[in-house]
Each structure stands twice: as C-alpha cells, then as structure tokens.
C-alpha cells in the first residue's frame, strides 16, 4: 500500500500571527484556539492534521468557512509554509524543500485551480491555458499545442484567442481548469474550484471533472464546504473543523458513522437515498442455489422448504446471479411435468438485478414493484445480496433517527 | 536657561547644512560633475534631434503620434499648436524644453519605475520611501536650487537634475499603486503554477501595472513641464527664458506669450501621453 500514496501529511500545523512559536507551544499544553488568540493574538489556522491521499483518488476537505481548509491545500503546494510539520509528496517533504526544489515540484507535479479563477486577464484564452508551461520555459509552439489540446478537452478550442473577461464565470472556470490540465500535472488542487458557479453549471463541472477522472487518473485535492458536492465527486472526504481534521472516510462512512455533531450538522438534510448506494445496504440473508446440471427445480424447492422460505437467487459456479426462483414457479414447473432439470424456466420475469453503485433512490422503484428482495450485483454480475423493503424502511428510518438526536442535543 | 520661552535657538541646524553643502562641494564637485555626463548627453542628443528636424517633419511626426494614440481631434490641436507657437517665434525654445522635458522624464521612468517596484513589492522599502517622496513633493524648489548649482554649475543639465527631484514622485507613487493593485490571487496562481519571483514580476505584476505606470509617466511630464520656468532661473533655456526675461524687464507680453507656449506643448503631451495608458 505504500507505494500507493501520493500526499501524506504529518502533524501539521499552521500558526499565523506574531508568535507562531508561543502559540505552538501553547496548544502543546492543550490550551484551546481561542485562549491563545487572547493571550497572543495570534491564529491558529490548522492544527495537527495528518492525512494520507492515494494516487488517483479524489480526495475532498471540506469544512466551514475559517475550519482551515484552505490552509491546509496551499501547504501542499507551499503557497503557505507550515508552522511545523511535514507534507511528502511521492516521498519528499515539500517543507523543507528550497526555492528550487519547489519551482520545479510546483511546475512538473502541480496544477492548482481558483475559487476566482484567478485567470489573467491581460493574456488571452490559450497563453493562460499555457501559463504553467511558458513557466516552464517551454518553447511558443509546443505549450500553445498542449494547451490547445487542454482546452479541446473542456470544450473551449474555439474561445482561444479571447480575452478571459469575454467568457463566462461557467467557462472562466473551464480556463483555469485547462491551465491546470496543460501542465499535466500528477497532483491537481481545487480550491473551491466550482464554489462560484451557479448550481446548474456547478453539477455540469462536477460531472466533467469526473469525466476526465475517469480518462486520466490525477491525484485531486478537492477543497469544498459543499456536502452535496464532496458526496458527489469525493472518494475520500476529510472534514474539519476549527482548524483540525475530524473525520476521514469513504462519503459512506461517514453519512453512516459521522464522528461528532458537527459531522452530523453537515449531513442534515441530506437525503441518505442519495448518498447510500444498494451495495452499501445489501444483505446475503437469503438462500441461493447454486445452478449446476443433474440438480433442478426438485432439488431447489426442497432447498426452499428446508429454510422455510418462499424465493431462492440462483447463482452459477461463479457466484454469478442468475434469477430468481419462487417456491410457486418451482412448483408450476415441476407440474408442467416438462424438463424439471432447467430451473431457469422457473425465474420469476419481473425480477432484474441492481447493480451495487446504484444509489437507494434509483432502486426505489424497483424494491417497491418486485414481490421478493431485490437482488444486487456488482459489475461483474456476482452476487452481493439483497434489499428487502423491511431493510430499506430501516436504512431510512436509522439515518432520520441520526439527525433526530442531534436536534435533541441542540 | 527657560527650555521653553524658544528665545533661543538651541539647534543650529541652518549651520550644519550649510556645512555640510560646502563641505560636499568642496570634496566632492569632481564626482557630482561626472554625474552630469550622462544626462548631458541624453538631453544634448535630443536637443540635437528636434533642432535638426525641420519643423514641418516634427509637426507631422506629432501629428502622427497624436492622431495614434489619442484620435483625430488631438491630432489637430497639435498641428493647429505647433504651428501657433512656430508662428510666436518660439520655435526654438520648444524645442529644447521638449528635450530637456523628454530626458528629465527619461531620467524620471529610469529611476522611478524601478524604485515603485521595489516600494511595491517590499513593505520596509515603502516605508523607507515614504517620507523621501514627501519631501521631493512638497520643498519648495528654491530651496534646493542654490546647492545644485553650487555642485553642478549653472545651466541646462542642473535644471533638468532640479526637474527630476520635483517630478520623480508621482511615477514612483503611481508604479507602486500600479503593483500593490494586482489582485493577490492572480500573484498567488503564478505562484502556483511555478513562478519565480521574477517571473511574477514580468508576466504578472508588470503588465497589470502598466495603466497605472503610464498615468504616473503622465503626470511625472506635467509635473516637469511646470518646472520649466523655475529651472530657467538656473539657467536652464528654453521656454522658461522669455517668461523670466519678461518678468525682469516687465516685458508682460513677452512673458505671456512664453506661458502660452508651455500650455500649449503641455496640453499636447498630456493628450498623447494619456492615451499610452489606454492602447
């Protein structure tokens, strides 16, 4: 696993103000934020945050505006230097790299994209797309090709010799991704890149990025104080508050298990059918039959009977599903007196498999039409377990039972 | 002693200046008159230029000029100006206030610009330059104008070294207004993105203060248009002449028509020098 990580972050702290050493002192000794801000006047914006993020993964921060979120990115890149600390990237601790080592990290491995697009607006379309390579020092025609061809992958070929105030906020956005895109960077941060775009174009920018996640597999660093939208892209989401991280998880972790009340303030609201996806909720207590020749519909109803259960999932030698079989088709079938060896003859037709990605409000519908529980399957069509409507209600009823006690609390 | 009746005169700060200036002059006149080198060859060069252009060729290139940067309308004002002042007989004395204008505001971006970047990036050097551009703007230039004929001799060059004290600080100001103005962000992208200093410098920072530089170059040649009758008193020429000349001999229409002549060259140049900004 450890080859596998791009970013790790190490007890990091970032003290602004006057005494950043008193202050660090200070809340070694476990004195509290605003203590320290009284007695020093100095801030502290992000304390002892440690974080690995894999390579490939998006991986969201999100928080309350002031929770230190965007510290924490621009010590990444060393925008801001930390207090103390480390943050390797592949290995090398970017803090105690010289102006050098960190021009060139900052140029081969980093891409980085604005709240305000932060474009300039002296330089046209495409020299902003190539601004990270003429950086670089790389010649006129090779940055302009490659930032022609960033810019073809977020639809803006054609905008290439306008200003940046000619375009769009929705579009802006579109240039600063492509600027950051030019540089083919491993590492892409995103400070709360879609934070300023309206609703509509921020979903249709979610949905590009991940798009283009899916082409080319960027290590991304995802600044957000969006729930909807760190649930959306997020592989991994870190929340924090006050300055400190308070939970790292998969979005389903923490919708399922939030660490704290402000964990939980964040999720109210959020419709869990839109977060828990079949795969997260499904059960294997129902009884499979495994489909293999020399064994039918005899074999499977006494199967059945001898769990005392009305439908069975049939599964190849693979685990792979196949259909569903009640002990009522099983029966008619072996009435028919036909070929009683083929069970699939048995399968009840109104009964397709979901796939485990799907999210609970998708598969609504279908837990509300089918007589028995869903099946679910992953994409490899095996097996995973079913949903009944029983375990639905309570999926629903639990997360709304969350946020109930939280009011309590409040 | 009663410290506070000020009866007396406890500092005698008038002596010590006055020692220090003749201590300056008598040490070191060899080395402020090396100073002069340079600036007398740039305001001799163009001295040279505009006198040697014939006159119609200069109205036309200013013509030119105007009508590029500033549109039809000033490129009319100019050549209707110039030929005004052709026709005052003053031909010639704009020509070398044109110079000594042109190189004291030469003299002025060379050392103003650089000095606004500095002040506009490092807090400390603004803090520093503050006070310095302060007293540039606001002593009167009489003051300073015996000391720098006392280290630099009578003449053009001393008027256009008194022109560059009073006009230096609007470029200085206006460079560093232009360079604190660029948005942080736009800074912390290049940064980024892997920008040098340097580089932020150039490709950033530079450029988005241009508008900002050029309204302060603007102001600068105002500024050391207005110093041309104040640097005719040290002998510097030009169309400061007539008006002192006038003055002294109570001559007021000789001295109105040399005031004219300025309006007029200023007006011009404030119009092409504005539209620098905006192209």
Redesign the interface.
């Known amino acids: 696993m450890a080859d596998n990580i791009k970013i790790k972050v190490e007890n990091l702290y970032k003290i602004f103000g006057p005494h950043p050493k008193k202050a660090l002192k200070l809340l070694s000794d476990g004195i509290d934020k605003e203590t320290i801000f009284d007695k020093t006047k100095t801030t502290v914006g992000v304390q002892n945050a440690s974080f690995e993020i894999h390579t490939g993964e998006i991986f969201v921060i999100m928080g309350l505006s002031g929770s230190g979120k965007s510290t924490i990115v621009r010590m990444i ?1 060393r ?1 801001i230097k930390p207090t103390s600390g480390k943050v390797l990237i592949d290995g090398k601790d970017v803090v105690q790299m010289d ?1 050098d080592e960190l ?6 491995k ?3 994209v ?1 709240q ?1 697009f ?5 330089m046209t379309v495409l020299q902003n797309a190539a ?2 390579l ?3 020092g790389i010649d006129v025609k090779t940055r302009e090709a490659r930032a022609l061809k960033a810019l073809e992958q977020v639809g803006l070929e054609t905008w290439a010799n306008s200003k940046p105030n000619e375009l769009s906020g929705g579009m802006q956005q579109r240039v600063g991704l492509a ?1 950051g895109l030019a ?1 083919d960077p491993d590492i892409l ?1 995103m400070d709360e890149a879609f934070s300023a775009l309206d609703p509509l174009i921020r979903t249709e920018m979610q949905d590009e990025l991940l798009k283009l996640q899916e082409k080319e597999k960027r290590t991304i660093v995802f600044i957000s104080h969006d729930l909807d939208e760190a649930m959306r892209i997020g592989d991994r989401i870190a929340i924090m508050e006050g300055g400190r991280v308070v939970q790292i998880g998969t979005p389903e972790d923490i919708l399922q298990n939030p660490a704290n009340d402000y964990v939980r303030a964040f999720f109210r609201g959020v419709d869990p059918t839109n977060i828990l996806s079949a795969g997260d909720i499904a059960v294997k207590t129902q009884v499979t039959v495994i489909n293999h020749p020399g064994k039918g519909a005899r074999a499977a109803l006494q199967r059945l009977a001898g769990y005392d259960r009305d439908y069975g999932y049939v599964l190849d030698n693979n685990r792979r599903y196949l259909g569903v079989v009640s002990t009522d088709s099983l029966r008619a079938l072996i009435d028919k007196k036909g070929d009683t060896k083929d069970i699939t003859k048995a399968f009840l037709s109104m009964v397709t498999a979901r796939n485990s990605s799907d999210s609970m409000q998708e598969i609504l519908p279908d837990i509300t039409e089918v007589p028995c529980p869903l099946p679910i399957v992953d994409d490899e069509g095996v097996y995973i377990g079913v949903i009944s409507r029983n375990l639905f209600l309570e999926t629903l009823h639990r997360s709304e039972i969350n946020t109930d006690e939280h009011e309590m609390v409040q | 002693m009663n410290f506070f009746s000020f009866e007396e005169k406890l500092i005698p700060l008038d002596e010590w200046v006055q020692t220090f200036v003749d201590w300056l002059v008598y040490n070191y006149r060899d080395v402020f008159q090396t100073i002069k080198a340079p600036i007398e060859v740039c305001l001799k060069s163009f001295e040279w230029l505009f006198n040697a252009m014939p006159p119609l060729v200069m109205i036309i290139l200013l013509a030119i000029a105007a009508w590029r940067y500033a549109g039809k309308k000033t490129a009319i004002f100019t050549v209707v100006s110039f030929l005004l002042i052709g026709y005052l007989g003053l031909w010639d004395e704009t020509m070398t206030t044109l110079a000594m204008v042109i190189s004291s505001v030469f003299f002025c971006a060379l050392v103003g610009i650089p000095l606004g970047i500095m002040a506009g990036r490092s807090e400390r050097f603004e803090l520093f330059l503050r006070p310095a551009l302060d007293a540039m703007q606001t002593i009167p230039p009489f003051v300073y104008l015996v000391p720098v004929v006392m280290l630099f001799s009578i003449g053009t060059v001393s008027g256009i070294l008194a022109t560059i004290v009073f006009a230096l600080p609007p470029i200085v100001r206006l460079t560093n207004l232009g360079i604190r103005q660029v ?1 942080p ?2 800074i ?9 200093s340097g ?1 932020v410098l150039r ?2 920072q530079f ?2 203060a241009l508008p900002s530089i050029m309204a302060g170059l603007n102001q600068t040649l105002m500024m050391a248009l207005s110093m041309v009758v104040i640097a005719a008193l040290i002998g510097a020429g030009g169309l400061g002449n007539p008006v002192v000349q006038g003055l002294n001999t109570l001559e007021i229409g000789l001295a109105s028509i040399g005031g004219l002549a300025i309006v007029l060259l200023a007006m011009v140049l404030d119009r092409i020098t504005q539209g620098f900004g905006k192209k």
């Open positions: 890149n925008l102006e021009v060139k990290i900052r140029r081969k980093m891409g980085m604005f305000s932060a474009l300039m607006p002296h601004f990270g003429e950086l670089d600027r540089v941060l | 948005h962000e736009l912390e992208a290049a940064l980024a993105f892997g920008a040098t580089q490709r950033v450029p988005l």
